[in-house]
């Protein structure tokens, strides 16, 4: 397997990665599905930005934003089994119930322990430190232009947080569980460890508290384009669409087998900062996965940043009466620098 070259890289020589929009499969069918799978995503954006943009203040509110994710999500489910981009993820019971597993661990326990020690109570505790009036003129911005800075702001702090997960070791063995997913399905994006989850979690959101509308709509830009990124839908997504959003197929490429495909693609929602710092790669995977598509248990998922940070301070500082040191093997050393 030779793989193709993306810059300074080589991708898809372990394992097989589409590079390039041009050879990505499009969705079969008639006019009618042709035109509902290429024009399905910007609709539900911009319906989403006029709600939140004209919506009364009395619905206006997080409440009514986690009730419209929630039904979205629904309706994605069912487009997977109208048009699913790969046979091979076809969600099973089992899946589907591993996945509900880890939604319910994100809205109870880490919702619960994110009240106490997350990025909110965090700003809350600096916030007093700042002259907030020098930045008035923020509000005085369109309101649309306030939510995309926000959103990109977000992102941006997403991006280094995700990219240090693949490049620092003790970040990865948080992260890497999440790469043992072998399917993309609506709800694989909760699939990971507690502190993986929490920490990509942490964002600058709570210093926009005095913004709720544009913080409202800067969090539909995540919801309408962050979303489809671990779905099995196949779309026709138009050219404006992939080259500033992320898409399922970015994020397919970051799920590969393949190593070098696995570090590109660490943007949310915009990977046009991807482009800006060359780790964007434009195509998809169908294999996906670690270990050669091995699926990792939920108390393995659980319990793995401790067992593998022990195994790698025993390889690391272990040594026997001799000074040699003590064999034992560090997992998921694959995306560590």
């Not at 009730?67 to 489910?77: H, P, Q």
């Not at 401790?306 to 025993?314: D, N, R, V």
Request: net charge neutral; hydrophobic share 45%.
């Amino acid at each position: 397997m030779n793989g193709v070259r993306v810059g300074n890289r080589i991708i898809g020589a372990q394992s097989p990665v589409t590079v390039g929009w041009e050879n990505i499969p499009r969705v079969e069918g008639g006019p009618v599905k042709q035109f509902v799978f290429t024009w399905f995503q910007p609709a539900v954006l911009f319906a989403l930005v006029a709600f939140w943009y004209y919506a009364p203040n009395s619905i206006a509110k997080a409440s009514t934003a986690i009730g419209i994710g929630i039904g979205l999500k629904v309706l994605l489910l069912a487009l997977e089994w109208v048009n699913p981009r790969f046979k091979s993820w076809q969600l099973t019971w089992k899946e589907a119930a591993i996945d509900l597993f880890y939604v319910g661990l994100g809205y109870t326990i880490l919702r619960l322990i994110e009240g106490y020690i997350g990025d909110g109570v965090m700003i809350e505790g600096i916030q007093n430190a700042f002259d907030w009036e020098k930045l008035a003129w923020f509000t005085t911005l369109p309101l649309l232009v306030q939510a995309v800075l926000i959103s990109v702001i977000f992102d941006f702090g997403q991006y280094w947080m995700h990219r240090g997960m693949h490049n620092w070791h003790p970040l990865w063995l948080t992260h890497a569980p999440h790469h043992y997913i072998t399917q993309l399905n609506i709800n694989k994006g909760a699939v990971g460890n507690p502190i993986e989850l929490f920490l990509i979690g942490l964002g600058i959101g709570g210093f926009f508290d005095f913004l709720p509308r544009a913080a409202l709509l800067a969090g539909t830009f995540g919801m309408a384009v962050s979303t489809y990124q671990h779905i099995n839908v196949r779309f026709n997504t138009p050219r404006w669409w992939r080259f500033l959003f992320n898409t399922t197929e970015h994020h397919s490429v970051h799920h590969s087998q393949d190593y070098e495909a696995s570090r590109s693609n660490y943007s949310s929602t915009w990977i046009i900062i991807d482009r800006m710092f060359g780790t964007c790669v434009d195509g998809e995977a169908e294999l996906l996965g670690m270990e050669g598509g091995r699926k990792m248990s939920i108390r393995e998922t659980m319990t793995f940043p401790f067992t593998e940070g022990w195994k790698s301070l025993k390889e690391k500082f272990g040594r026997d009466r001799y000074g040699q040191a003590m064999p034992g093997p560090i997992a998921a050393e694959w995306p560590a620098e």
